[in-house]
């Protein structure tokens, strides 16, 4: 019967996401924590411009804030967490009587005008953390305000997120606090909301310098936030304000609330250099997630009088063994409990599979199953799916004998919960089930569609998610393939993924071509197998093996990811004057100062890798088509063989060159004053020009204007971080930092350097083969300026230290005059190309060149016809630029056509007033066509050319 059964299953596996309510059944509430209805949940960038160093909060961005009042004036602020609750910290409600002494209010951003999103409500009471001391109140700095009405939510009112025991925020990690506190130590208080961003510290670095302060005052309850060089900081009038981090999918959390600190925004990593009285500190916040166990009996409807209350389960969990069994939760109520944490381990006998069934399902929903939650994973930690909302999972059929499940629920709604059934059963015995034999694999062998070799069933869906160990990575190779063919794959499809999101497309595959082999990316992969109603074929096999991930392996195939450009994108036109452009858009998913992560491919277009020999040594970055910025220090022991030097830019993965284009090198150009890292700046020209398009683009030239600041953030690229080199592009935040933190590290800073970076004991700075890697920021306009070139940072393999990079500020003259010069000197070494031409005729092959035309028609009465024909070499496209048309008379026209005299097309007309900057041919030949009806006409045309391969 079990055969059965499985046999007409379509086993539906979410890995990675959860498995709730199609569209029509979303919830409609407002009041999803941790959310911006109005606004894109991802991070604003513009929160690290310049609460102290911050910037004014816009309505949308922060709608879980409140104000705690007193006659009418802020004192404290606070964060919504339910309809009923604000947390706040304990200190700010010392009153006595408090509840008719303080009333909060939320909506309100501005306090110098009323706004209509302003409520305002009285406290039912208020309950501060029974271990708080008045007269050490750095621990169990918190406390828990339940408000006389509920609070109505709107777009500008919703309530932040409590953590999970799940979530971990690694140190480095950008997070958020907000207030209307002081703009600086003792300075004046601003009417409007601030907010800025400061970084995580790690514990054990925390207290140490918390020690330097006060060495007598623990700190068992704290987590601290901050700039090394200050800067930016809560001050007087923030407490009480939320520390907010951001999840990977964009939900915001309170992960701490505003306490204490030394002073506001001092820098504070070299205190012992300073009297006590002078020495600063991160920011001090109370630790939300250290104190779960005592927020949730008080924030449960059913309260309990247990301060030492710990997270529970409403049923037994636990270990589990056997051949069968069931799991049900809650068991004897109608609701399971908030702040729920149940564990079991199912145990089956060995060499037995597991099968699991739902029979009944409904969990708090959420897109990203983030609020309450099942989780299910091997005990060996493979993940295998996360589920919410009231859609019940299909069966799902592991591989393996031993499973984990975890469920989890927040401080707000609850459901009726979830049964379930497992069963342990034979690895052959189901061969001819829907979908293959299994549905999550972690060992090597075959996958094939159901039936195969006969044809497989209409409307099919089936999923398979592949675990290799740690250290391997997945190869896929086909044996057999026959799908339904379809243009783009709309009928019958296999799509295989790199991830279990399903967001990086390896390939997606129909029709009867034997599909190259595949390489994963990392230990996991994700195979979906989709057919419609009708046209069913034999389908497929497939081989799956493991590979060691140590060993050289070059990719099989191009990844096909979500961030390539779409469909129908238009590419950047050929403009020098658009810069600091990317058409994929720089995406952070962890934002962490302390450790780089891959960049999106293609995001950082100017980015180049500088070849010696064929190696990659150092990275540059474009500032024209034939010029590239990088450090001296990069080139100029090899400055003599420039003929051994090669720049590749449009490179993400350097094992997979897909859309990169090398160039040779023409020259190298060092500072004339460069000695030992100073004056540490050279540009490279190359013998052929860059072809600009999506995956390749110049960077911008700062403004004398556009200055560093300690604490802002930038953003730095490339293959070298973390001890190796990585085949894939890295990208790294970074705040700048005051030049006497790394005088003490390198000694002699000059106004031509900058630095940058994390210094915490870990190696997490820019490494010395990281050379001529560009620092950049995005400006408020949105276009990225290079601020700064990688001259030096440390060894991989010590403690690290801040970057220095040479400041290009410091080198826009130079680079400016030596840009301009070296087109002064290509256009005087290229006079044999700049020439008068003739009325008619066909332009000589060499490329690039100039060429002036001056046509009269005084000596032709029957009215003047010139004709220019451009031929490029087979497989070659024409760039035209126009540097002057002047025309003099009437009834002129002067037409450019694709192709030569016999198969021409019109492509356009051009005039005084309308002359494009650059016309791009589709073809290898391009018309120019001049005509005049009128004798006394005369006409001046000057242009540049060039051929471009199309490969």
């Excluded at 025309?887 to 005084?912: D, V």
Aim: glycine share 8%; with cysteine.
């Amino acid at each position: 019967m079990a055969k059965t059964f499985l046999s007409s299953l379509v086993i539906m596996l979410t890995v990675g996401i959860h498995v709730g309510r199609g569209e029509t059944g979303i919830p409609g509430r407002v009041s999803r924590c941790g959310e911006r209805p109005a606004a894109n949940a991802s991070t604003n960038y513009s929160l690290y411009s310049r609460i102290v160093g911050g910037t004014s909060a816009k309505k949308e961005e922060c709608p879980w804030i409140a104000s705690l009042k007193r006659n009418g004036k802020h004192f404290c602020g606070g964060t919504i967490i339910s309809n009923k609750y604000i947390l706040t910290a304990a200190h700010c409600i010392s009153d006595k009587n408090v509840e008719n002494l303080v009333k909060v209010s939320v909506g309100d951003l501005d306090f110098a005008t009323k706004e209509i999103s302003e409520q305002s409500y009285s406290l039912k009471y208020a309950i501060k953390h029974p271990n708080f001391n008045p007269s050490k109140p750095f621990n169990y700095d918190i406390a828990i305000l339940e408000l006389a009405q509920d609070i109505t939510f709107d777009k500008n009112i919703q309530p932040a997120c409590l953590p999970n025991p799940d979530d971990a925020f690694a140190s480095g990690s950008l997070c958020i606090t907000l207030g209307w506190g002081r703009l600086n130590e003792n300075g004046k208080l601003p009417t409007n909301l601030q907010q800025v961003a400061l970084p995580l510290i790690d514990k054990e670095r925390c207290l140490r310098i918390l020690n330097t302060v006060d060495s007598q005052l623990g700190f068992d309850t704290v987590v601290c936030a901050g700039f090394p060089e200050g800067g930016k900081d809560a001050c007087q009038g923030d407490s009480g304000g939320p520390l907010l981090c951001q999840r990977g999918n964009g939900r915001w959390t309170l992960v701490g609330i505003t306490s204490w600190g030394s002073g506001c925004a001092r820098k504070w990593n070299d205190n012992f250099m300073y009297p006590l009285s002078k020495r600063g500190s991160p920011g001090v916040f109370t630790d939300i997630q250290r104190l779960l166990s005592w927020l949730s009996p008080n924030l449960n409807e059913e309260k309990s009088d247990s301060p030492t209350f710990e997270a529970q389960c409403s049923t037994d969990d636990g270990f589990l063994r056997g051949v069968s069994g069931e799991i049900v939760l809650p068991k004897g109520k109608r609701k399971y409990s908030n702040n729920e944490k149940c564990i079991w381990t199912i145990l089956v006998p060995k060499d037995k599979h597991i099968l699991l069934r739902f029979n009944h399902f409904d969990v708090e929903w959420d897109y990203f199953c983030d609020l309450d939650y099942l989780v299910i994973c091997t005990t060996l930690g493979h993940f295998i799916g996360k589920f919410c909302g009231d859609v019940r999972p299909r069966p799902l059929l592991i591989t393996h004998t031993s499973i984990t499940l975890k469920f989890i629920s927040d401080f707000q709604e609850s459901k009726t919960g979830f049964s379930l059934s497992y069963l342990a059963v034979e690895p052959n015995l189901y061969p001819g089930s829907d979908c293959g034999s299994v549905a999550v694999i972690i060992a090597e062998g075959e996958i094939q569609t159901m039936n195969h070799p006969q044809q497989y069933n209409s409307n099919a869906d089936c999923q398979w998610v592949i675990h290799s160990p740690m250290d391997h990575l997945i190869k896929i190779t086909f044996q057999a393939f026959e799908l339904e063919p379809s243009r783009d794959c709309i009928f019958d499809r296999l799509t295989v993924y790199h991830d279990l999101q399903g967001s990086m497309v390896a390939g997606k595959y129909c029709g009867f071509g034997l599909p190259d082999p595949i390489l994963s990316v990392s230990n996991v992969m994700r195979m979906t197998f989709t057919s419609d109603y009708s046209a069913n074929y034999n389908g497929f096999r497939c081989v799956i093996s493991f590979l060691s991930s140590s060993r050289n392996i070059r990719p099989l195939r191009r990844w096909r990811g979500k961030n390539q450009p779409r469909k129908g994108q238009k590419e950047i036109e050929y403009f020098d004057e658009v810069c600091g452009v990317s058409q994929v858009p720089p995406r952070f998913n962890y934002r962490n100062i302390a450790k780089a992560e891959e960049a999106v491919p293609y995001s950082w277009p100017w980015h180049v890798s500088i070849k010696y020999d064929n190696k990659h040594v150092c990275n540059g970055a474009i500032v024209s088509t034939n010029c590239v910025l990088t450090s001296a220090n990069c080139v100029t022991e090899r400055a003599a063989f420039h003929n051994l030097w090669l720049v590749v830019a449009g490179l993400h993965d350097r094992e997979s060159p897909i859309n990169a284009q090398n160039r040779s090198v023409k020259k190298l150009i060092i500072h004339p004053q460069y000695v030992h890292f100073d004056y540490d700046m050279a540009l490279i020209y190359l013998n052929e020009p860059f072809q600009y398009n999506s995956f390749v683009h110049p960077i911008c030239l700062p403004h004398g204007h556009m200055k560093p600041e300690p604490s802002d953030l930038y953003v730095t690229t490339g293959w070298d971080f973390n001890k190796k080199l990585s085949t894939k592009l890295q990208q790294l935040e970074v705040p700048v930092l005051l030049d006497d933190v790394c005088k003490r590290y390198y000694g002699r800073m000059t106004d031509r350097m900058l630095c940058a970076g994390d210094i915490a004991e870990e190696d997490n700075s820019t490494c010395s083969t990281q050379s001529g890697a560009p620092l950049v920021r995005q400006s408020d306009a949105g276009s990225y300026f290079v601020y700064g070139i990688v001259s030096r940072g440390v060894g991989c393999n010590v403690n690290s230290k801040p970057g220095v990079y040479s400041n290009v500020l410091a080198f826009i003259q130079w680079i400016k005059e030596t840009m301009n010069s070296d087109n002064r000197s290509s256009n005087a070494s290229s006079s044999s190309h700049n020439m008068y031409v003739p009325c008619e005729g066909v332009m000589p092959l060499q490329s690039p060149g100039d060429l002036r035309l001056v046509v009269s028609g005084k000596d032709r009465p029957e009215g003047l016809r010139c004709r220019l024909i451009f031929q490029a070499p087979m497989d070659h496209f024409i760039l035209l630029h126009v540097n002057q048309l002047s025309l003099s008379g009437r009834h002129f026209s002067l037409l450019i056509y694709e192709g030569g005299a016999s198969n021409k097309t019109f492509k356009a007309r051009l005039t005084e007033e309308k002359i494009p900057l650059i016309m791009k041919s589709t073809g290898s030949s391009v018309t120019i066509e001049v005509t005049s009806t009128a004798r006394a006409t005369e006409m001046h045309l000057s242009l540049s050319y060039m051929f471009q391969s199309q490969n």
